[in-house]
């Protein structure tokens, strides 16, 4: 059974730090093309905030480049996203998604709220 299981949100002051990591179980790290983050704040949609592919290339969305740093664990199948100089616009339920090869293409993990007060 597959589980992606998110952990690391939590509340912190504009300024502050935030580590978020995913652990995905039940997938065979081949069958993985990306690992990545996104967040969806109310009201809004769900956006991209980093990806990492296997061959270790990282997107990031502009908001965040120079702030946020996407990492990857391959003998733990784990991604990590460092999160630096916080903003209260960061705030959103961040989810972590797994892209594959493979049938079922899509895995998505239940969400973890970051929330920065100013």
């Known amino acids: 059974q597959v589980q992606l299981v998110e952990s690391g949100g939590g509340l912190v002051q504009s300024g502050g730090s935030l580590r978020l990591s995913c652990a995905a179980s039940?997938?065979?790290?081949?069958?993985?093309?990306?690992m990545g983050w996104y967040r969806q704040a109310p009201g809004k949609q769900r956006e991209l905030v980093a990806v990492?592919?296997?061959?270790?290339?990282?997107t990031y969305a502009d908001s965040v480049k120079g702030r946020f740093t996407i990492s990857r664990d391959n003998a733990k199948n784990t991604v990590h996203l460092q999160m630096n100089s916080l903003k209260p616009e960061d705030t959103a339920v961040y989810y972590c998604?797994?892209?594959?090869?493979?049938?079922?293409?899509?895995?998505w993990g239940q969400g973890t709220q970051v929330t920065v007060s100013s």
């Open positions: 998604k797994v892209d594959r090869f493979l049938l079922p293409y899509t895995y």
């Open positions: 039940g997938i065979m790290l081949s069958s993985i093309k990306a």
């Open positions: 990492i592919t296997s061959g270790g290339t990282t």
